[in-house]
């Protein structure tokens, strides 16, 4: 029987506790060791790493992590899928930071809508990979959409045609 302040295995994943692939704990180390030499600042690895190669980064002078232990296909769907988000927010011009966090915060609410999730479980750090290939297909179909948009004329309530479109 669970206590209340027992945590789920899928809780303890989540917050870097639990390798999700071993199930083994997990330890904290400088990021020098797992990119050879260059450090980054923390990250959290399975406490059997290397031999289980599942490992997250940290938030920036921080030791909290930034999504859950991933191994190396897990890595690659995940940057895959923050890829795909980021061609939806991200100003290819350099904005500032407040405007940047803004377009942010609404590329994860669509992004939560998209893949039917409460936003604040919208976290592509959180994923697995299937939910990553979701992030890339729904992205993908949305920039198509926004391409297929932006080559069709905008009409101002005059009459004439807009050249410019912003998406």
Known sequence: ??????????????????????????????SALVYNGQSWGWVVTC????????????????????????????????????????????PSGRRAKEWVQTRRREAYKWLAGALGVRERHCHVGMFDVDMCRKVVEVCCEKLSEMRTAADRPVFASDGHVISEVFA
């Open 1 to 30: 029987m669970k206590t209340p302040n027992t945590l789920s295995d899928d809780a303890l994943v989540r917050s870097g506790r639990l390798c999700p692939y071993c199930k083994s704990g997990t330890r904290i180390m400088d």
């Open 47 to 90: 406490a059997k790493w290397p031999s289980c190669d599942s490992y997250v980064g940290c938030h920036p002078r921080s030791q909290r992590p930034l999504g859950r232990l991933a191994d190396k296909e897990l890595r690659a769907a995940k940057s895959m899928a923050h890829e795909a988000l980021d061609r939806l927010w991200k």
